[in-house]
């Protein structure tokens, strides 16, 4: 058996188990500009790019990769949250390698996010650029007692954490502070490492200023993008 015909074999195998478990997505987008035609050159390398990154992303947590020639060419890459375990991130990548072809059938470009990992391929080079077309947000819908106080908290810890990722090559940081009445704040944040140190920095930033308008005096919320996320939660929430 091929490498790749191997590959695709896993793949299927952690898909049944993981549909039976009832993983689902957070959110995805579909490009509505182009279509590529069935069983063609364009869903042959979209394929291909599919199986190298359930192969390449579980080890470092990050894939990055490029199959086929213009026209038909396709860029893509996968994400795992930076604490997920490598088998953890191959069922995630392979959950969202299948929905996003079902949710976004024969579209040129498309994004999902997990609560583990993003899954993003396109049919132009995209790589190194922050994307800020492709970003949403959601929030607890539990309200804090004292909204100034918190939000300055939370910008503080957020902040701070963006110090820490964009410095070191994982593009990923995790923190914790302390509240009144024995109660800890938790945050996230994290880029995909195709963008340099000044581009995650930048992209985190941005979606750091997303917080205000959707998450105002919220017990906890996430800014999700094509580039990088930001998380704060007032239970912890990443694997220790």
């Not at 995630?92 to 997990?114: E, L, Q, T």
């Not at 994982?170 to 509240?179: F, Q």
Request: aromatic share 12%; glycine share 10%; charged share 20%.
């Amino acid at each position: 058996m091929s490498s790749a015909s191997f590959a695709l074999l896993s793949l299927c195998s952690t898909l049944l188990l993981r549909a039976a478990l009832g993983v689902n997505p957070f959110y995805h987008f579909c490009s509505t500009s182009n279509n590529f035609t069935a069983h063609g050159p364009y869903e042959s390398n979209l394929n291909k790019l599919t199986s190298f990154l359930y192969t390449k992303t579980p080890s470092s947590g990050f894939g990055l990769g490029s199959i086929g020639q213009y026209p038909d060419q396709v860029y893509g890459l996968a994400l795992c949250r930076g604490d997920v375990s490598p088998s953890d991130c191959k069922a995630c990548v392979a959950d969202a390698g299948a929905a996003i072809r079902r949710r976004c059938p024969r579209s040129k470009g498309a994004i999902m996010w997990y609560n583990e990992c993003m899954f993003k391929y396109l049919d132009a080079d995209f790589f190194g650029q922050i994307d800020n077309a492709n970003r949403f947000s959601f929030y607890n819908i539990n309200n804090v007692s004292d909204p100034v106080a918190f939000n300055g908290e939370v910008r503080g810890l957020m902040t701070g954490l963006v110090e820490e990722a964009y410095s070191v090559s994982k593009l990923y940081a995790t923190g914790e502070v302390g509240l009144e009445d024995k109660m800890k704040l938790y945050g996230l944040v994290q880029c995909t490492r195709d963008l340099s140190a000044t581009k995650c920095k930048e992209c985190l930033e941005g979606a750091i200023g997303k917080l205000p308008s959707c998450c105002d005096g919220k017990e906890g919320g996430r800014v999700l993008g094509g580039s990088c996320n930001v998380r704060y939660e007032i239970y912890p929430f990443v694997n220790v």
